[in-house]
């Protein structure tokens, strides 16, 4: 039994760093990473300049990231049936926004866990965020 807890605290703290300090996907295998004003993907064009073909593919790249949550998926996906203006917005903002509550869902449900097999280290360290 205390070979268990010790192998989900290894587990919970290896996924604690990747799920808070998760890094923007990339839409192209080329891609820089985004900053605050910009997403760009392989064609190196800042999101402002991209045409509506660029700015569905970069979500659809999104999308095809097994990786990606359902607010990430949601919010895509909304962008996708909104206008030029709205996949903008998704790429430069609402992507990160997404993929944030996603990461807490995602704790959450580690939390969850770890409260219910009465792991205190794991629960502490949660906490601690």
């Known amino acids: 039994m205390r070979q268990h807890r010790a192998g989900l605290l290894v587990v919970a703290t290896a996924l604690t760093p990747a799920l808070l300090l998760t890094t ?9 990473p985004a900053t605050a004003t910009t997403v760009t993907v392989s064609s190196e064009t800042p999101v402002d300049e991209m045409p ?5 593919a970069a979500i ?5 990231d097994e990786d ?11 962008a996708l049936d ?6 903008r917005a998704f790429l430069k903002t609402g992507y990160r926004l997404a993929q944030a509550e996603d990461d807490r869902v995602a704790i959450a449900r580690i939390l969850f866990t770890a409260q219910k097999n009465g792991d205190k280290r794991v629960i502490a360290e949660i906490n601690g965020l």
């Open 82 to 87: 909104g206008t030029a203006d709205d996949m």
């Open 24 to 32: 923007p996907a990339f839409a192209g295998s080329t891609a820089a």
């Open 60 to 64: 659809h790249a999104i999308l095809a």
């Open 52 to 56: 509506e073909d660029e700015l569905r």
């Open 68 to 78: 990606s949550g359902r607010g990430v998926t949601e919010a895509a996906t909304q």
